[in-house]
T-cell receptor, first 112, second 113 residues
């Protein structure tokens, strides 16, 4: 199965700061990428999709670097409620209805 | 929209017993995925179905695991016999084929003692 690697953290960040973390992938054929957020003892929830160079949604920006095969997630003006584990996911094939391979997640803690 | 519904939420069973996990996908979604999550291995894809047909079961750990999808609104994952190393959270997810943004169910936390 394809490899997806993430720094497990934890990242301890003061409230209001900007934080970024990366995810590297091995499947060079992948055309789409995903960031999921998972709260403790809850299911993963889709945060952002990335289909080309990047995507922005409010305080969250996801970027794709195909040459180096990594995606990044940047969170600006971090809130206490951003504390969670962030999982990146990459399709096992180029895309479509195949399975996703998930990284093990990066644990983010926003401190007051 | 009720989302993906899984049952039971928690299951504690003794080693050697049969365990059946259930999933109802979102209506209209034609892809269904079973994942297992542990601290050590993270989220692992066990099997997925497109239009009720199993497409890839290469992630199923061994013959003790089996999954079925008899219709578009129901799937089961069965473990027989169960072992302590099967203890994990089992998630079901569904999506529209061609759009891989999954919606996950709340999961079943399985403990085999």
């Amino acid at each position: 199965r394809k490899e997806v690697e993430q720094d497990p953290g934890p990242f301890n960040v003061p409230e209001g700061a900007t934080v970024a973390f990366n995810c590297t992938y091995s499947n060079s054929a992948s055309q789409s990428f995903f960031w999921y957020r998972q709260d403790c003892r809850k299911e993963p929830k889709l945060l952002m999709s990335v289909y080309s160079s990047g995507n922005e949604d409010g305080r969250f920006t996801a970027q794709l670097n195909r040459a180096s095969q990594y995606i990044s997630l940047l969170i600006r003006d971090s809130k206490l409620s951003d504390s969670a584990t962030y999982l990146c996911a990459v399709p096992d094939s180029g895309g479509g209805a195949d399975g996703l391979t998930f990284g093990k997640g990066t644990h983010l803690i926003i401190q007051p | 929209d009720a989302g993906v519904i899984q049952s039971p939420r928690h299951e504690v069973t003794e080693m050697g017993q049969e365990v059946t996990l259930r999933c109802k996908p979102i209506s209209g979604h034609n892809s269904l995925f079973w994942y297992r999550q542990t601290m050590m291995r993270g989220l692992e894809l066990l099997i997925y179905f497109n239009n009720n047909v199993p497409i890839d079961d290469s992630g199923m750990p061994e013959d003790r695991f089996s999954a079925k999808m008899p219709n578009a609104s129901f799937s089961t994952l069965k473990i027989q016999p169960s072992e302590p190393r099967d203890s994990a959270v089992y998630f079901c997810a569904s999506s529209l084929a061609g759009y891989t943004g999954y919606t996950f169910g709340s999961g079943t936390r399985l403990t085999v003692v």
